[in-house]
């Protein structure tokens, strides 16, 4: 059973205040999660998460994130200008981009930012593009193969496929990259790399870890290079359905301490520092999109319309991915009734629901779909010419603030040349 964290009459006074739709985001949610994942990596001085910020390019979220001890992980231009503005520098900027154009590594270079190098290639580039190396810098590693764990709580499982994603070193590549990059002159070196994406298993993360040490040991000693730290990445991944189990953050971070005591202290490497780059476990489960009931329809199949659509929330039309939903003051009543829950575009794959056991829905109900914390408004779009909504924060003292205002028509229309 998934709760929400607003109840109906505190949405319905939020609604009288910012129409439907919106998502809105839980502080106090944010904050306690963000704790247990430091906590899990206490043991590790130099520990620091860099939240991907791609999953929800909002500075009100990376604000309170940095109050947490988040950095910043960014890739483009706009995703820099943001942490900047948002107070974020230096080395609390990972800048982990790909197919990466010269003027994005300038800025990154400006800002102090630590330097996640895609390619090979791009070693080079980057010289050419900034006029030297900097003295820290990390590259990304891709195994290729596919990747496994051995044995989950699901089973065995395949988790994802790194030898069919564009991203990252092979093996002999990342040897040559290091040694390049020494010879530039850079100094501090650290290892990257992203294996599969909203991981459902405490395994997941110690499995990679071990990966990657192994590797940061075999790179130590063939090119003689100092790695100062490894980047576990993102990847871990959130419940967004109702049955399923959500990871243990402890269990988690001591299942990477195991690895790291049995791989890099004998080897002389206790002083690595660990980052994560997580962007769906740090604000998945604390944003909800709040819509409002507009129409029933009643064909071969019954269809409730809502005021939202896939502009609010591509991930269910893109991937048919599942979110589930709340019928507000419903949260009791039995799910007797079968429904898809649509939007408006002019496109069948805008459901929010297909044949979704709900309670009976009325118009006027006010709708919560969960986990839309992530991905969710970062993803939005105008097709058409849907504006994309207002996202709110509901504060730690219980109070709503308008963190980024609906798109207007104005908006809408600001770049055509009439
Ligand atoms: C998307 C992304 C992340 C965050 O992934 P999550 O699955 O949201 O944790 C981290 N690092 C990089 C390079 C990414 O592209």
Same mark, same amino acid.
């Given at each position: 059973?998934?709760?929400? /964290?607003?109840?109906?009459?505190?949405?319905?006074?939020?609604?009288? !205040?910012?129409p439907?739709?919106f998502?809105?985001?839980d502080?106090?949610?944010?904050r306690e999660?963000?704790?247990?994942?430091? !906590?899990?990596?206490?043991?590790?001085? #130099?520990?620091?998460?860099?939240f991907?910020?791609?999953?929800?390019?909002?500075?009100?979220?990376?604000?309170?994130?940095k109050?947490?001890?988040?950095?910043?992980?960014?890739?483009?231009?706009?995703?820099?200008?943001?942490?900047q503005r948002?107070?974020?520098?230096?080395e609390?900027?990972?800048f982990?981009?790909?197919?990466?154009?010269?003027?994005e /590594?300038?800025?990154?270079? !400006?800002?102090?930012?630590?330097?996640?190098?895609?390619?090979?290639?791009?070693v080079?580039y980057?010289?050419?593009?900034?006029?030297?190396?900097?003295?820290?810098i990390?590259c990304?590693?891709?195994?290729?193969g596919?990747f496994?764990?051995?044995?989950?709580?699901?089973?065995?499982?395949?988790?994802?496929?790194?030898?069919?994603?564009?991203? #990252?070193?092979?093996?002999p590549?990342?040897?040559q990259?290091?040694?390049r $990059?020494?010879?530039? #002159?850079?100094?501090?070196? %650290?290892?990257?790399a &992203?294996?599969a994406?909203?991981?459902?298993?405490?395994?997941?993360?110690?499995?990679?870890?071990?990966?990657?040490?192994?590797l940061?040991?075999?790179?130590?000693?063939?090119?003689?290079?100092?790695?100062? &730290?490894?980047?576990?990445?993102?990847?871990i %991944?959130?419940?967004?359905?109702?049955? !399923?189990?959500?990871?243990?953050?402890?269990?988690?971070?001591?299942?990477?301490?195991?690895?790291?005591?049995?791989?890099?202290?004998?080897?002389?490497?206790?002083?690595?520092?660990?980052?994560?780059? $997580?962007?769906?476990?740090?604000?998945?489960p604390?944003?909800?999109?709040?819509?409002r009931?507009?129409?029933e329809?009643?064909?071969?199949?019954?269809?409730?319309?809502?005021?939202?659509?896939?502009?609010?929330?591509?991930?269910p039309?893109?991937? #048919?991915?599942?979110?589930?939903?709340?019928?507000? @003051?419903?949260?009791t009543?039995?799910?007797?009734?079968?429904?898809?829950?649509?939007?408006g575009?002019?496109?069948?794959?805008?459901? &929010?629901?297909? +044949?979704?056991?709900?309670?009976?829905?009325?118009? %006027? +109900?006010?709708?919560?779909?969960?986990?839309?914390?992530?991905?969710g408004?970062?993803? @939005?779009?105008?097709?058409?010419?849907k504006?994309?909504?207002?996202?709110? $924060?509901l504060?730690?003292? %219980?109070?709503?603030?308008?963190?980024?205002?609906?798109?207007?028509?104005?908006?809408?229309?600001?770049?055509?040349?009439?």
């Amino acid at each position: 059973m998934k709760t929400p /964290f607003v109840t109906r009459d505190q949405l319905e006074a939020i609604a009288a !205040q910012y129409p439907t739709p919106f998502h809105i985001y839980d502080e106090a949610g944010i904050r306690e999660n963000a704790r247990r994942l430091r !906590q899990a990596f206490s043991w590790n001085p #130099g520990y620091r998460e860099y939240f991907a910020v791609k999953a929800t390019p909002t500075p009100a979220i990376l604000k309170i994130l940095k109050e947490e001890g988040c950095g910043c992980d960014c890739s483009s231009l706009a995703e820099l200008t943001m942490a900047q503005r948002c107070g974020v520098t230096g080395e609390n900027i990972m800048f982990s981009s790909n197919n990466t154009p010269a003027e994005e /590594f300038q800025m990154a270079h !400006q800002l102090g930012a630590i330097i996640n190098l895609d390619d090979l290639t791009l070693v080079d580039y980057l010289a050419q593009s900034i006029g030297t190396v900097p003295e820290t810098i990390c590259c990304r590693y891709n195994p290729g193969g596919v990747f496994t764990l051995a044995q989950t709580r699901e089973g065995f499982q395949v988790m994802d496929n790194p030898g069919d994603a564009k991203y #990252g070193m092979t093996r002999p590549q990342i040897a040559q990259a290091f040694t390049r $990059l020494a010879e530039l #002159g850079a100094k501090h070196f %650290g290892i990257h790399a &992203f294996l599969a994406s909203n991981t459902l298993s405490n395994d997941y993360y110690p499995a990679l870890a071990r990966i990657l040490f192994q590797l940061a040991v075999e790179l130590h000693a063939e090119t003689g290079v100092h790695i100062s &730290f490894i980047n576990l990445s993102g990847g871990i %991944g959130v419940p967004y359905r109702p049955d !399923q189990t959500p990871n243990d953050i402890a269990v988690i971070g001591e299942g990477v301490r195991r690895a790291y005591e049995e791989i890099l202290v004998p080897a002389g490497m206790d002083d690595v520092a660990l980052y994560t780059e $997580l962007g769906r476990f740090m604000l998945a489960p604390y944003g909800h999109l709040v819509t409002r009931v507009t129409h029933e329809k009643h064909i071969y199949k019954e269809y409730i319309g809502v005021d939202a659509c896939a502009c609010n929330l591509m991930r269910p039309a893109m991937y #048919g991915a599942y979110h589930h939903i709340t019928v507000m @003051g419903k949260e009791t009543a039995p799910c007797d009734h079968k429904y898809d829950v649509v939007g408006g575009l002019c496109e069948n794959n805008d459901k &929010f629901a297909v +044949d979704r056991m709900l309670p009976k829905i009325d118009v %006027g +109900d006010l709708l919560v779909i969960h986990d839309t914390g992530a991905h969710g408004h970062a993803m @939005g779009y105008n097709y058409n010419g849907k504006l994309r909504s207002a996202e709110l $924060l509901l504060k730690t003292d %219980g109070s709503v603030e308008l963190i980024r205002r609906a798109e207007t028509l104005e908006d809408y229309f600001a770049t055509v040349v009439w």
